[in-house]
């Protein structure tokens, strides 16, 4: 290995960071990036072997950086955090193995959409179960009855007990747990149940697990 000069430190750290990180990253390190004096065929060079890469979007984020907004400090730290090694030393993979590096990403990328299909399909099967049983809510439910609000025909209502025989844990609204009769939205997507809402006496409000089942998704109070 041969030592490093300071962009090419730069350089290597910044190809240690996984460019398919979440967003707010992938921008706090191409804007570390740039203040370490990079380039944006630089930021392009690291930023291409992500399976999402758009070049457009690359572009319009790297002329909208203004100077002052983070460090290069940010950059190694960010690298660091990716198990980079600051020896001074290349460790920046070779264009074969950052295909290999593209590759895994993309069946991993693969992988976890397998994943989450099959948490939604689970999460859609529960809540058919949950509506399937629940009863027409009540215009006496304690939350309905606070707001001032009459139910529904495409509101129902179920006793929590219920609920967890269904969905096999216990309904959590921010760590609190949902106790009582709960009412029961249904979330549609065109055509689809999705999921369903669930709103204790208290107000305590959660969708069921599962990962994008309310993205686009709706409640029709027809």
């Known amino acids: 290995p041969f030592m490093l000069n300071d962009t090419d430190r730069a350089i290597d750290a910044l190809h240690s960071i996984p460019p398919d990180i979440e967003r707010d990253s992938w921008v706090r390190a191409g804007m570390a990036a740039h203040a370490a004096g990079l380039s944006l065929d630089d930021a392009t060079s690291w930023s291409e072997s992500a399976p999402s890469f758009n070049l457009q979007d690359l572009r319009d984020v790297w002329r909208g950086i203004k100077p002052g907004q983070v460090t290069e400090a940010t950059?190694?730290?960010?690298?660091?955090?990716?198990g980079w090694n600051d020896d001074g030393k290349h460790h920046r993979p070779s264009p074969e193995e950052l295909a290999l590096i593209q590759?895994?990403?993309?069946?991993?990328?693969?992988?976890?959409?397998?994943?989450?299909?099959?948490?939604?399909?689970?999460?859609?099967?529960?809540?058919?179960?949950?509506?399937?049983?629940?009863?027409?809510a009540l215009a006496d439910h304690p939350y309905l009855v606070r707001k001032g609000v009459e139910p529904t025909s495409t509101l129902g209502q179920i006793d929590v007990q219920q609920a967890v025989q269904i969905l096999g844990y216990q309904p959590q609204a921010?760590?609190?747990?949902?106790?009582?009769?709960?009412?029961?939205?249904p979330?549609?997507?065109?055509?689809?149940?999705?999921t369903v809402e669930l709103i204790d006496e208290q107000g305590n409000k959660t969708a069921l697990h599962g990962r994008g089942t309310k993205v686009g998704g709706y409640w029709s109070t027809d």
Do not use: D
């Open 75 to 82: 950059l190694f730290y960010l690298a660091k955090q990716a």
């Open 174 to 185: 921010k760590g609190v747990p949902l106790q009582g009769r709960l009412l029961v939205a």
């Open 103 to 136: 590759q895994r990403r993309q069946q991993q990328a693969a992988a976890s959409q397998a994943e989450i299909a099959k948490e939604q399909a689970e999460t859609a099967a529960k809540a058919k179960a949950i509506w399937k049983v629940a009863v027409p």
């Open 187 to 194: 979330i549609m997507r065109p055509g689809v149940l999705s």
